[in-house]
């Protein structure tokens, strides 16, 4: 018999307080914390983890626009059931594997229903304009829309794009209002480093990443790259010689970094695309390096960015923060 005692059972109710309906943006709860005045919307390339945005109340504070992805003929969404081991199947095969951004009536949408949910503005913070259109589409949907829409280009992808997504729900969340809200996005996005590994620079080549001279250079000399987005674009870093020592000098890199600050807090984040078990023991060996970080949370890449870096491909996301927050550390 499950025990009654109500303390012993935190999860059921937390699950039940997210049934309750909720308070209209702009007021106070019964405790008289604030209820968020803006809505924060973003792309899937952010990576945030199912689990951070399931946990989020039920109030519509955040909204994740899904990316397209084209696998030959075939247009897929981002978090449809086996799109990695498709487009993972495409890329051996040869197959063209392509992304395109969101429309502006997604994103229209998204921001209607917001308005719809009693928020006076929106935040909405997106993969850098350098690798895509998707804020421009965005900009597009705000002109359209009367509730007022301001655009943040983090200038970053994956899980650096998601922890500025998180300090922009954390603002809101504490009744910020846009400017508080945008803010908080763009000064996370500039704390945040992406670093990563790709085992072929081809599939970034063929997206348009990647300068077809260098992707060529990397292929006829078998050089293994390290590259870091910079400046809102891939940039390469260093060149290595094999898939080892591309990965162990992957890892001195983060570590490096990771340790330049040490008067801020530090977060990570390691993404994969087919190689679960060599980002966990990348994550393993940072956490030793690393002790005063939290363990690295481990994630596959989402579909959108895993069709660019193609299979084999390492990323490690360094965030700084002066203090940890919740709506900061990966979840």
């Known amino acids: 018999m ?3 005692n109500a303390a012993a059972w935190p999860w059921v109710r937390a ?3 997210g049934l309750r309906p909720a308070a209209r943006p702009g ?19 952010a990576a945030l983890p199912a689990d951070y945005v399931a946990g989020l109340p039920r109030d519509g504070i955040l909204t994740v626009t899904p990316m397209p992805v084209m696998v030959g003929a075939e247009i897929y969404g981002e978090g449809e059931d086996d799109i990695l081991e498709t487009i993972a199947v495409a890329l051996a095969a040869g197959t063209p594997v392509k992304t395109s951004r969101p429309s502006p009536g997604q994103f229209e949408q998204a921001y209607r229903a917001a308005e719809l949910r009693g928020y006076e503005g929106i935040v909405s913070v997106h993969i ?9 589409a965005a900009r597009l949907a705000a002109a359209r829309v009367g509730i007022p829409v301001d655009v943040v280009d983090t200038g970053t992808v994956g899980m650096a ?8 729900v954390e603002a809101a969340s504490a009744g910020g209002d846009r400017s508080a809200v ?37 292929t006829m000399l078998a050089i293994k790259p390290i590259l870091a987005v910079d400046g809102g674009r891939i940039v390469p870093l260093e060149k290595v010689r094999s898939g080892a020592r591309a990965v162990a000098r992957l890892e001195e890199i983060v570590v490096a970094e990771a340790e330049a600050h040490p008067g801020d807090s530090v977060v990570l984040a390691v993404h994969h695309f087919g190689n679960p078990e060599e980002a966990e023991s990348l994550a393993v060996r940072l956490e030793a390096a690393l002790p ?8 596959s890449l989402p579909a959108v960015l895993a069709a660019h870096a193609g299979l084999g491909v390492l990323a490690v996301i360094v965030g700084r923060t002066a203090t940890v927050h919740g709506g900061v550390v990966p979840s």
């Open 27 to 45: 007021t106070r709860r019964p405790g008289g914390s604030p209820v968020a005045r803006t809505a924060v919307v973003t792309d899937s390339a």
């Open 2 to 4: 499950p025990d009654s």
């Open 182 to 218: 945008a803010a908080a996005a763009t000064a996370q996005a500039a704390r945040t480093k992406v670093f990563f590994y790709v085992p072929t620079l081809e599939q970034l080549r063929r997206g348009g990443r990647i300068g077809a001279a260098a992707s060529l250079l990397g």
């Open 15 to 17: 699950r039940l307080s």
């Open 292 to 299: 005063q970080c939290p363990p690295a949370q481990i994630s």
């Open 161 to 168: 794009q998601g922890m500025a997504v998180q300090a922009a």
């Open 128 to 136: 850098s304009g350098g690798l895509s259109g998707t804020a421009d």
